[in-house]
């Protein structure tokens, strides 16, 4: 079986490399990913859609306060906090998410009328 070429250089030199270049769309695609990673709750403000974020009280303190200002930024954003869950709890417990969504969604349908 062949083997796979090796690489000859770093791998991010296959990102920076396009920014040397004068290649527009590249620089300009590397630009945005870069705002992506740097700045990502200034995006949020420009969703305007109703978007319901949950996590558990018990998850990463990280990313928990990365979910609260994320719906602190959108203007349409609902955070429901589920008391007593980790990250995975939020998932495997749906008995528990489940009230929350629907109360979302009859509010979505209830805006749309």
């Given amino acids: 079986m062949p083997s796979a070429p090796r690489l000859t250089m770093p791998w991010w030199s296959i990102i920076v490399r ?7 769309e590249r620089t300009l695609r590397l630009r945005e990913l870069t705002i992506w990673t740097t700045q990502p709750l200034a995006h949020l403000a420009d969703i305007n859609l109703p978007t319901l974020i949950y996590l558990g009280d018990k998850d ?3 990313g928990y306060d990365s979910a609260r200002q994320a719906a602190d930024v959108m203007p349409n954003a609902t955070f ?18 489940l ?15």
């Avoid at 396009?18 to 527009?24: A, G, K, Q």
């Avoid at 008391?83 to 008995?95: C, W």
């Avoid at 009230?99 to 009328?113: E, Q, R, T």
Wanted: a negative charge; glycine letters at 6%; hydrophobic letters at 50%.
């Fill in 18 to 24: 396009p920014v040397e270049r004068p290649d527009l």
């Fill in 60 to 62: 990463n303190p990280q």
């Fill in 99 to 113: 009230p929350h969504a629907k109360a979302f969604l009859a509010g979505v349908l209830a805006s749309a009328v």
């Fill in 80 to 97: 429901v906090s589920l008391a007593g869950l980790n990250h995975l709890d939020g998932f495997l417990e749906s008995e528990l998410v």
